[in-house]
């Protein structure tokens, strides 16, 4: 099992909660984004830059993924396409995509998205804040203890 990251918008702060979590189990994590990225030195580890353009590292996420691999993205159209091929998504704040939720999500952000576009609603989420993150730390460590045999 790989841990892939939609880097290019993830938290800082969950970056770091996934190299511990790397550390720990001694499970790859990738991180793939627009820009260069810097990591810290370990065998776990590894940073993409792949080019620009729209959804880039999404498609190159899409075509590197293997079944039960993990997926940290807030994208959930890259999370709908993670689960029809047999990967598994969370998202920042700590929402585990499945099978059985993962278009509702889907038709929750269109929803939102023609809401925004014709104006009836403006702005995005809510800042990242510290529940989110304990929501993340707590949602990765149940999914590796599941799929890693392992926990803190």
Same mark, same amino acid.
């Given at each position: 099992?790989q841990?892939?990251?939609?880097?290019?918008?993830?938290?800082?702060?969950?970056?770091? !909660?996934?190299?511990? %979590?790397a550390?720990?189990? +001694?499970?790859?994590?990738? *991180?793939?984004?627009?820009?260069? #990225?810097? @990591?810290?030195?370990?065998?776990?580890?590894?940073?993409?830059?792949?080019?620009?353009?729209?959804?880039?590292?999404?498609n190159?996420?899409?075509?590197?993924?293997?079944?039960?691999?993990?997926?940290?993205?807030?994208? !959930?159209?890259?999370? %709908?396409?993670?689960?029809? +091929?047999?990967?598994?998504? *969370?998202?920042?704040?700590?929402? #585990?995509? @499945?099978?059985?939720?993962?278009?509702?999500?889907?038709?929750?952000?269109?929803?939102?998205?023609?809401?925004?576009?014709?104006?009836?609603?403006?702005?995005?989420?809510?800042?990242?804040?510290?529940?989110?993150?304990?929501?993340?730390?707590?949602?990765?460590?149940?999914?590796?203890?599941?799929?890693?045999?392992?926990?803190?």
């Amino acid at each position: 099992m790989q841990i892939w990251v939609d880097a290019d918008a993830c938290p800082k702060v969950v970056k770091e !909660i996934l190299f511990r %979590a790397a550390e720990r189990v +001694k499970v790859p994590v990738i *991180l793939l984004a627009n820009s260069l #990225l810097r @990591t810290p030195p370990s065998p776990y580890i590894k940073a993409i830059q792949v080019a620009d353009g729209l959804d880039e590292a999404d498609n190159q996420i899409v075509r590197k993924l293997q079944c039960g691999d993990l997926v940290i993205t807030a994208d !959930i159209p890259l999370a %709908a396409e993670v689960i029809n +091929k047999g990967g598994c998504a *969370l998202n920042p704040r700590g929402e #585990l995509y @499945t099978k059985d939720n993962v278009f509702e999500y889907l038709s929750m952000r269109n929803l939102m998205q023609e809401l925004r576009s014709g104006g009836e609603i403006t702005g995005g989420p809510p800042a990242f804040n510290m529940k989110d993150r304990q929501a993340f730390a707590n949602q990765l460590d149940r999914f590796l203890a599941k799929h890693c045999g392992t926990s803190k």
